[in-house]
């Protein structure tokens, strides 16, 4: 920290004006190496941030004011720099480690170039927290640092402001706290790049969901200093992509063994499970598919609970998702469009698993640009495609759609769009509950109780109801005429398809 009183660092930077002639004189009989080592230093000296009188005195008028507000304000410079001791918050994390090292060659911080850097993967994969590890571990070597959390929620506070308002109003928000000055007025959009362009900084920019915020905070390299890196976190990999940001990290999944230990930190508060939890903490464990939000939830859900506590919670955590866990994946749900919501529910209700080209031969006719909407959901990290063209989807995510698909059935008093589970169709369709809704039924689904006791097999080979299409059952064995499954055929036989699909109900007693 320097601080200029009663002088001008220019002249300090080329030793000029009294400084100057000061300068010289204690020159004097010095070796020509130690002047050049003296200039030097004070070139440098010169260049660090710190305070000048002289712009204090331009604020206020009075100077007893304009000085104490200044020592007021060294004091205070000087009490954070203290403050600033090496963060020791994510040492324990599992995986932090390998995802530092990552960051850290992506951002290649011993290049004098000005790097955008970003941060990719679906919501509660951890992109947040690798982001603020960096910044604690890095933020000390830049002139000015900040990491603006939730950029979407500061964007969205202006309310039903013009596109031009909002990115006004974010850019000032964000000036006023790195350059720790409340309150401040800007007037355009250039004001950013003309404050920082000189100086090394390093900005996290968390949670951006639109280009446009991209575009009032770092609109490019040109804004900042040289050696400056600014960090974007996001789940939108094609946001990144437009913002011609190059260097993006991908975050992945933790392991079998790293989510296990996640999942034992916050329910046990230690690395692994004690006596008696084993089998249960694995089986939560894989009913999260290892993502670390869930882990973490659920880990503090369960913390304390006897063994019996957990066995009695582990149907319910099957059905049903956790409250906290739903609130932060929705928002991906939400963020999508009305024909990219439908699709992401066809998906987690009926297609997980299933080849693209049987998505796209289903919903091909649908109007919903299938081709399209698929690439839509992989860049917002809602579903994956492999190298063998299955989509899958986490399962959190899938039992998160089939929610939001039972709780509109609800709303719209039982006219069911899907249905899933064998209980669920025969009732449906055998008491004519909302059977102009159904767009399609899963495949597969075992009806051996609900028929008679004798039935082990019961399995709906063709599933999709599109535009009325519906199942025409080609066989029943004379036995199954006295049950009322039977009412299902009698219903399915009043109906008046478009499109007829054949499905071979196969029978046989156990």
């Known amino acids: 920290?320097?601080?200029?009183?009663?002088?001008?660092?220019?002249?300090?930077?080329?030793?000029?004006?009294?400084f100057g002639m000061a300068f010289r004189k204690t020159c004097e009989r010095k070796t020509e190496h130690q002047k050049q080592r003296w200039k030097q230093a004070l070139t440098n000296v010169a260049s660090i941030l710190g305070e000048d009188s002289h712009k204090w005195s331009q604020r206020f008028s009075l100077l007893r004011d304009n000085e104490a507000d200044m020592i007021s304000k060294i004091a205070k410079d000087v009490s954070n720099e203290l403050n600033l001791t090496p963060s020791r918050d994510f040492d324990y994390l599992v995986g932090i480690e390998a995802h530092l090292a990552k960051m850290t060659s992506l951002l290649c911080l011993e290049s004098d170039e000005t790097r955008v850097v970003g941060i990719w993967g679906p919501l509660g994969i951890g992109k947040t927290t690798i982001a603020r590890a960096i910044y604690?571990?890095?933020s000390r070597s830049f002139q000015r640092s900040l990491f603006m959390d939730n950029v979407k929620r500061s964007y969205r506070c202006g309310g039903d402001s013009d596109i031009y308002t909002l990115k006004l109003r974010l850019q000032r928000e964000f000036l006023s706290k790195i350059l720790d000055h409340k309150d401040m007025e800007i007037h355009h959009l250039g004001t950013a790049q003309q404050r920082l362009k000189y100086q090394k900084v390093l900005v996290v920019l968390d949670n951006v969901?639109?280009?446009?915020?991209?575009?009032?905070?770092?609109?490019?390299?040109p804004w900042f200093g040289k050696g400056s890196r600014i960090i974007v976190t996001t789940d939108n990999k094609h946001l990144l992509e437009a913002?011609?940001?190059?260097?993006?990290?991908?975050?992945?999944?933790?392991?079998?063994?790293?989510?296990?230990?996640?999942?034992?930190?916050?329910?046990?508060?230690?690395?692994?499970?004690?006596?008696?939890?084993?089998?249960?903490?694995?089986?939560?464990?894989?009913?999260?598919?290892?993502?670390?939000?869930?882990?973490?939830?659920?880990?503090?859900?369960?913390c304390g609970e006897s063994v019996s506590m957990w066995t009695d919670q582990l149907p319910r955590i099957k059905t049903s998702l956790n409250r906290d866990i739903e609130q932060v994946l929705i928002v991906g749900y939400n963020g999508l469009d009305d024909k990219d919501k439908t699709i992401f529910l066809h998906i987690a209700c009926l297609?997980?698993?299933?080849?693209?080209?049987?998505v796209t031969q289903f919903l091909g006719n649908s109007g919903l640009d299938i081709k399209y909407g698929l690439g839509v959901l992989v860049e917002r990290a809602l579903i994956s495609i492999l190298s063998d063209k299955?989509?899958?989807?986490?399962?959190?995510?899938?039992?998160?759609?089939?929610?939001?698909?039972?709780?509109?059935?609800?709303?719209?008093?039982?006219?069911?769009?899907?249905?899933?589970g064998a209980c669920y169709m025969y009732h449906v369709v055998a008491d004519n509950i909302g059977t102009g809704a159904v767009l399609g039924t899963t495949k597969g689904?075992?009806?051996?109780?609900?028929?008679?006791?004798?039935?082990?097999?019961?399995?709906?080979?063709m599933f999709w109801l599109l535009r009325c299409a519906f199942l025409s059952i080609m066989s029943m064995p004379t036995a199954a005429f006295e049950h009322p499954f039977w009412k299902l055929k009698k219903r399915l036989s009043h109906l008046k398809p478009s499109k007829e699909v054949n499905c071979c109900v196969d029978v046989a007693r156990s």
Not at 351 to 358: L, Q, S
Not at 390 to 416: F, N, Y
Not at 450 to 461: A, E, N, T, Y
Request: glycine fraction near 6%; proline fraction near 4%; aromatic fraction near 6%.
């Open 390 to 420: 299955l989509i899958i989807m986490h399962r959190l995510l899938r039992q998160m759609g089939r929610e939001i698909v039972r709780k509109r059935s609800i709303q719209l008093s039982m006219r069911c769009r899907f249905l899933m």
């Open 136 to 138: 604690n571990q890095i």
């Open 209 to 221: 969901d639109k280009l446009e915020q991209l575009q009032a905070l770092a609109n490019g390299p």
């Open 1 to 18: 920290m320097t601080v200029f009183y009663d002088i001008d660092p220019s002249h300090v930077r080329k030793q000029s004006g009294e």
């Open 243 to 302: 913002h011609k940001i190059k260097h993006i990290y991908e975050v992945k999944f933790p392991s079998k063994d790293e989510a296990l230990k996640i999942f034992s930190q916050s329910a046990f508060t230690q690395n692994a499970p004690p006596e008696g939890y084993l089998n249960l903490a694995v089986e939560v464990t894989e009913l999260t598919s290892h993502l670390p939000l869930g882990l973490c939830v659920l880990g503090k859900a369960l």
């Open 445 to 461: 689904s075992k009806l051996a109780k609900l028929v008679w006791d004798g039935i082990s097999v019961l399995v709906l080979s």
């Open 351 to 358: 297609f997980e698993g299933k080849r693209v080209d049987c």
